[in-house]
């Protein structure tokens, strides 16, 4: 049991992304640093081959 009420997500209206909007201005962006190093995981290979796999098989 938690101790937050639970979301009714019936009460929700969601727009159309072309029909939302936000308050943010191009502006206020940070630029993307350039990673300091390439990731590195033992199973990375394994993982990118998955969703290879998952995507060319629906």
Known sequence: ???YLL???RQSELRHL???G???TVEQLLPLARPQSAFQHPEFDELIRA???A???G
């Open 1 to 3: 049991m938690s101790r």
């Open 55 to 57: 995507r060319l098989t």
């Open 51 to 53: 969703i290879v796999v």
């Open 18 to 20: 072309a029909e939302r």
């Open 22 to 24: 936000h308050d943010m």
């Open 7 to 9: 979301f009714d997500r």
